[in-house]
Structures are given as C-alpha cells and as structure tokens.
C-alpha cells in the first residue's frame, strides 16, 4: 500500500517507511505537491489532524500525520507545541527572532532556560531531594493520526521519557535530529541521538505511537 506522509522532512520520511514497511511511503514533493498547511490547531493532535485532512483532500489516498515536540516539566511544558519554532519562553512561537533558529540554537537556549529555571526552584524549594536530572525531565510528545477519508481517522498519542542534559557540551550523537542530542534516556545511559535507529523506534514517542497505528492499518 501507498502512505503519503503529511511532512516534508526526509529524517521523518525514513523513520515512518522502516515502521510501516512493507508499505511505500511517499512525502508531498515526491509527487511535486506543493505543501505547507497553517498549523494553527492548540494541541499535538489537532495540528496532526490538520495536516493529515490537508493532504487526504489532495490525494486521496491514506495519509499519517504526526506533530511532535518537546515539552520541559521545568518550563510548564515549553516549548510543547512550537518545539519547530520555539525562540525561548518569551518568543514561543519565533516570531520576534525573525528567522527560524537551527537546531543546535534551539538546543542551546532550551538548556540555558531550564537551567535558569531549576535555579529558581532549589532556591524556592529547598526541601526538594530530587537530584538535578529528576528535576530536569522532560518528553518527547507525538500525536500521530491515520487518516483514511472524510472524519474517518485513528488517532494515537505517545511520549518518550527523559530528562534534558545539562549543557550543550553534554549533547551528544549524531543519529536523529532536532533536539535528539539533548534528551537523555537513564534507562540507556545514552542521548536519544546515540540510540541505533532500531533502539530510537522501539522507544521513541514516534516508533510507539507509529506500531499502534500499522497494527490498525493492518487489521482493516
């Protein structure tokens, strides 16, 4: 069968086909769609969904979908939703950074506010026994959505356990992408990013919810 991936990142494209193989997954500009839908929805799985119907109506041919992010106990959640564009805890959404900033940027200031922010919490919580890595939790957050015609759709919601490491000179690996480098799995002694690609989609948000999603897939 023939999947179209709402996305154009290639990093994804190659995660979705070993998840769903032996199915062909195929990327908009694969077929020279021209794609790039307002995410305006308010939570993972209302953006997935927009996505995943923009394209449906398109195509129409099954579609996945997923929204992704990161979100920081320490920072409420943040960056959450605009993880992609995320420009510190007063420019959520980047729109007074002007450009988009890279990803090692992103990082950067992503562990330079919860740092500041973990300060701020021993200082007003001195009673708290929690070691600095507890404290520094976090999760990678994904709302994957099937998407198979009008209002008919399975929708699954997954996370990845972690906490964000201390410095950008912490960071480590080169497998993945995004903020990979900087969430660390205690039960791996290992960054996201220095996993194998077979151990990240064994455990990832992504590889959890997408294995939920083929089981449907292939029960229809």
């Known amino acids: ?14 995660e979705f086909a070993q998840i769903f193989t032996p ?11 021209d ?3 307002e995410e305006n929805g308010n939570s993972f799985v209302e953006n997935s969904l927009i ?3 923009t394209l449906w109506n398109i195509v129409h041919e099954p579609v996945i979908a997923d929204d992704s992010g990161i ?8 960056p959450g939703i605009y993880s992609a564009r995320y420009a510190g805890i007063s420019d959520m959404k980047g729109e007074k950074a002007g450009a988009k900033l890279d990803a090692a940027e992103r990082n950067r200031l992503l562990i330079e506010q919860t740092n500041t922010a973990l300060a701020a919490y021993r200082k007003n919580n001195p009673e708290d026994k929690r ?18 015609g009008n ?15 201390s410095s950008i000179e912490a960071s480590a690996g080169s497998g993945g992408f995004g903020y990979d480098p900087v969430v660390y799995l ?9 996993l194998s690609a077979e151990q990240k989609n064994a455990v990832s948000h992504r590889g959890k919810a997408g294995k939920k999603l083929a089981l449907l897939l292939n029960s229809k």
């Open 71 to 78: 979100c920081v106990d320490l920072l409420g959640g943040a």
């Open 23 to 33: 199915n062909q997954i195929l990327i908009p500009k694969d077929q020279g769609i």
């Open 131 to 148: 070691s600095d890595l507890e404290l520094r939790s976090c999760r990678f957050v994904c709302s994957m959505v099937l998407y198979l």
């Open 35 to 37: 794609f790039d839908p």
């Open 186 to 194: 205690p039960s791996f002694g290992k960054t996201v990013a220095e």
């Open 151 to 165: 209002e008919r759709f399975y929708a699954v919601q997954e996370t990845l356990e972690g906490s964000l490491v």
């Open 1 to 14: 069968m023939t999947i179209f991936l709402a996305s154009g990142n290639l990093h994804k494209k190659s």
């Open 51 to 53: 996505k995943a119907r």
